[in-house]
């Protein structure tokens, strides 16, 4: 059912409880907090100055961080309020709380037009807990609900969910933001209906995250490019040797089936036919987690079938790539979601590289759809510099790969239908 969005209803004069995401990365310099990346703040801009050319009165909430029920300096939204500001060239007024009576007066003196930016939602525990009392006290300065933290739709929060319900049993609308809209148009519809070939590049580091997508997209791809170190788990459940590559032995007779039903549906399931390895050498050292400290030694292509026993499999080797490549050259859909391999590591970030630049060469010379379904695929195709080059980047991590599983997302089914 098509959700309502802020372009649907009439705000003006009225208190817009806005949920966004500004859960941005954070720096102490010089004993201040300092945002070190404003993606999240600029992404909120669209919906917010719609909202004020409706003239609603906006009240912002948001968490920061895990605070775990603590009020934790360091995780203060005070430093996004004045970012903000910057941002949208108008001053954004900050309460040191996200309920009570000062929240509801400074709500309350709010004009048209005008912007208030709550304390972290998480600074209570009842946030995450969804507590019921909470929510209404959230609720209690709106009139309209706004959910455009994609982000956090996935879970059922106080902010994300209760809210919602409140407003909409006093009579009030709750509506999707314009970057919700856009995740829930692009993750959703436009993936219910593709032009076709759909290509689907799934990568990342475990099957077991994201057979729920896999089960999912075989219903609907022309073709499937898998990488990353999921694909040694399928290598696994084929009979190959994967040497010390990540696997999961428990996943093979998930890869199995997979690989049944693409058979089955006559879906194109391609593997890795050559990989860089590397031989993780243990260096005595820990790390913070207290971890074990491996370095990859002698990076190297694999071309033969097997892994040798004392390597891993750190990325998709050349012939791979072009491979993938080219059946992403004639895609007119094409989903990406994870990494082609350890692309944190330049040695092994070529792979993931190539895929990202067939994918923008397809959306930019064929007008395909490129669609990134979030997280790490999404940080890999910036470090490229290849952000701006595809139709749809997810801000969504989890989010994304639940809303992709088929998924309702709580923060999402609990605004009003159109
Ligand atoms: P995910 O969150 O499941 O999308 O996984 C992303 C992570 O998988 C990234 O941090 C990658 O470094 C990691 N990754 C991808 N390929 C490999 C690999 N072959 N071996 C180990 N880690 C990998």
Redesign the pocket.
């Known amino acids: 059912m098509a959700k309502l969005t802020v372009n649907d209803v009439d705000v003006r004069g009225k208190r817009v409880f806005v949920r966004v995401d500004y859960n941005v990365p954070m720096e102490e310099k010089d004993g201040q907090m300092v945002i070190n990346d404003a993606t999240r703040i600029k992404e909120t801009l669209p919906t917010l100055e719609l909202l004020i050319n409706k003239g609603a009165r906006i009240i912002l909430a948001a968490h920061l961080g895990r605070p775990k029920g603590t009020r934790e300096p360091s995780m203060s939204l005070r430093p996004v309020a004045a970012k903000l500001a910057d941002m949208i060239r108008r001053p954004v007024a900050f309460v040191d709380d996200c309920i009570g009576e000062k929240v509801e007066n400074t709500a309350k003196a709010l004009k048209d037009g005008d912007i208030l930016l709550l304390e972290n939602v998480r600074y209570y525990n009842e946030e995450e807990a969804n507590d019921a009392a909470f929510a209404e006290k959230l609720a209690k300065v709106a009139e309209i609900y706004v959910n455009d933290a994609f982000g956090a739709a996935h879970r059922a929060h106080a902010s994300t969910e209760g809210v919602a319900r409140f407003v909409t049993k006093r009579g009030g609308k709750a509506a999707a933001g314009l970057l919700m809209e856009r995740e829930l148009k692009f993750l959703g519809d436009e993936l219910e209906h593709p032009a076709r070939p759909f290509v689907v590049i799934l990568?990342?580091?475990?099957v077991s995250?994201?057979i729920r997508v896999i089960d999912r997209l075989l219903e609907k791809a022309d073709t499937i490019l898998v990488?990353?170190?999921m694909a040694?788990t399928f290598k696994l459940a084929m009979g190959y040797k994967t040497g010390k590559?990540?696997v999961e032995p428990d996943a093979t007779q998930v890869a199995v089936r997979a690989l049944a039903k693409a058979a089955e549906r006559g879906v194109r399931f391609l593997l890795p036919t050559d990989n860089v390895i590397a031989t993780p050498v243990d260096t005595g050292k820990v790390n913070k987690k207290g971890k074990p400290v491996f370095e990859m030694q002698n990076s190297r292509l694999n071309t033969a079938a097997d892994i040798p026993e004392d390597a891993?499999?750190?990325?998709i080797g050349p012939d791979t790539a072009k491979r993938y490549a080219e059946v992403i050259r004639h895609a007119k859909t094409i989903l990406w979601?994870?990494?082609?391999?350890?692309?944190?590591d330049a040695r092994?970030a070529e792979g993931t590289t190539a895929v990202a630049k067939a994918v923008v060469d397809a959306s930019q010379q064929n007008g395909a759809k490129s669609i990134i379904g979030g997280?790490?695929s999404v940080k890999a195709l910036n470090k490229a510099g290849l952000g701006d080059k595809v139709t749809f980047m997810s801000t969504g991590g989890g989010a994304s790969l639940e809303f992709l599983e088929g998924a309702e997302l709580p923060g999402v089914a609990a605004l009003s239908n159109k």
């Open positions: 990568g990342g580091a475990k995250d994201k990488g990353g170190a040694y590559s990540l891993e499999g750190f990325d979601n994870g990494p082609m391999g350890m692309f944190e092994f997280g790490d």
